[in-house]
C-alpha cells in the first residue's frame, strides 16, 4: 500500500484529491477509470510546514505537493526541507502537483528534491501512474513539463550580465524602478529594459519570480 500525504491550501482540491484516490473509481472520457488501487491516503495539510512536520510524523511514501500554499512557506522550501539534508530509501518521495509549469517553477522544485512534477489538468490515470512512479523512485513528469526541461537542457539561458546583476541585486532589497535607477545612475526606462531581459533569461514574469530563481542558482552575492 502506499501511504499518501496531500499538502494543498484549498480544502475543496484536497477534498477532491482524497475521494479520487480512495479507489472508488472517477468517469472520465467513455468510462471509469479504475487506478488508485493501492493508495492510501493518510493524511491533508493546509500549508507548508504542516506538511513537513506531517511528512516527518506520518511517514508516507508520497507527499502530493502544491507549489503555493499562501502564507509561511511554499511548496519548494517544504520540498526542500523534507527531502533534505541527506535522504534516505524511507524518506518521503515529493510529487508536485500544481497549475504552475513556467521553468523557473520546475527548475526549483526538481533542485529542491522533488521526484516528479505533475500539472493538475492531466487526468486521473495519470495522476495514478506518476505516484506508483514517484513512490518507486521513478521520475514521474507531466508531457509539457517534461518538454519544456528538455528545451532548456538544449538551450541553456545566457548569462546574466554584471549590470542585470547590479539591478537583480537591487531588486532583491525590495526596490522599485525609481529607487533602482537613482542608486545606479542609469533612467527607468533603462531600468524596464534590463528587467525584460532578466525575466527572459530566468524564465519568470514577475519581481518576486526572478527573486526567487536568484537565490535558487546563488545569482547574489
Known sequence: MIRVLICDDHAVVRAGLRALLAGAGVIEGTGVIEGAE?????????????????????????????????????????????RTPNPTPDTPRILVLTTYDTDADITRAVEAGATGYLLKAEPADELYAAIHAAAAGRTALSPPVASRMLAQLRSPRPALTDREKDILEQLAQGLGNRDIAKRLFISEATVKTHLGRIYDKLGVDTRAGAVAVAKEQRLLG
Do not use: S
Request: charged share 25%; hydrophobic share 55%.
Open 38 to 82: 493501492g493508495i492510501e491516503v493518510v493524511g491533508e495539510a493546509a500549508g507548508g510546514a504542516e506538511a513537513v512536520a506531517m511528512a516527518a510524523a506520518l511517514r508516507p511514501d508520497v507527499v502530493l505537493m502544491d507549489l503555493q500554499l499562501g502564507e509561511g512557506i511554499d511548496g519548494v522550501e517544504a520540498t526542500r526541507r523534507i
